[in-house]
């Protein structure tokens, strides 16, 4: 089975700095979808960054990049430019390609500092 | 975008009773919708997995008899909990992709959740 690991239950960061959050990841599949989800005090879960497995870019979405390696099955989020809206609880989540759930990891927690 | 309804966002229920949760696909057809608890400042622990028209896969250790899936139809999705007792006071949370691709991200819609709360 697939299991995704945060080391990081908790990280900070200066308002406008940048902060990395670590994920890793164990599958032996090779096709699968990697995602970063942030959760705020609402509980809603809102999808922040996804990548594909079969591209070696790594993506990007405005302050948010990730860090793909995948034969080191790693795959950081990286914040640029933090905002105290983005103070929240960030899951990596992983799925197998096809009609198939998430594998969440356990989360790390986010403060944003001003 | 892709939106799930889910209600009640809240509830609160003696213990004993059934609490039923929706969860509706309001601008796309889920033909397979997943039922996720969350306990507090844990993860998502994934629950079940509901085809619609077929009967829902229970992961390991989830009672199917206490957590009964429906998923009648390809917009509609419901989680009810039998004969609730206090350690099933959780977050529940729904989720489900857009199976045609037009509004898929290839990662899923949630549901706001439900907190619920058996007293």
């Known amino acids: 089975a697939q299991t995704v690991t945060q080391s990081q239950p908790e990280m900070s960061v200066q308002e406008a700095e940048t902060v990395t959050l670590s994920c890793t990841y164990d599958?032996?599949?090779?096709?699968?979808?990697l995602f970063w989800y942030k959760q705020p005090p609402s509980r809603q879960m809102i999808l922040v960054i996804r990548?594909?497995?079969?591209?070696?870019q790594n993506a990007t979405e405005n302050r948010f990049s990730v860090n793909f390696q995948k034969a080191a099955k790693s795959f950081s989020l990286k914040i640029s430019d933090s905002q105290l809206g983005d103070a929240a609880m960030y899951f990596c989540?992983?799925?197998?390609?096809?009609?198939?759930?998430?594998?969440f990891g356990k989360g790390t927690r986010l403060s944003v500092i001003a | 975008g892709a939106v799930v309804s889910q209600h009640p966002s809240r509830v609160i229920c003696k213990s004993g009773t059934s609490v039923k949760i929706e969860c509706r696909s309001l601008?796309?057809?889920?033909?397979?919708m997943f039922w996720y608890r969350q306990f507090p400042k844990q993860s998502l622990m994934l629950m079940a997995t509901?085809?619609?028209?077929?009967?829902?896969?229970?992961e390991q250790g989830v009672e199917k008899d206490k957590f009964l899936i429906n998923h009648a139809s390809l917009t509609l999705s419901t989680l009810t909990v039998t004969s609730a007792h206090p350690e099933d006071s959780s977050f529940y949370i729904c989720?489900?992709?857009?199976?045609?691709?037009?509004?898929?991200?290839?990662?899923?819609?949630f549901g706001s959740g439900t907190r619920l709360t058996v007293v």
């Open positions: 989720s489900a992709r857009d199976q045609t691709g037009t509004i898929s991200n290839y990662g899923y819609t």
């Open positions: 599958t032996s599949e090779s096709d699968y979808y």
């Open positions: 990548q594909e497995a079969y591209k070696q």
């Open positions: 989540a992983y799925r197998n390609s096809g009609n198939t759930p998430l594998v």
């Open positions: 601008d796309f057809q889920a033909t397979t």
């Open positions: 509901s085809n619609e028209g077929s009967k829902a896969t229970y």
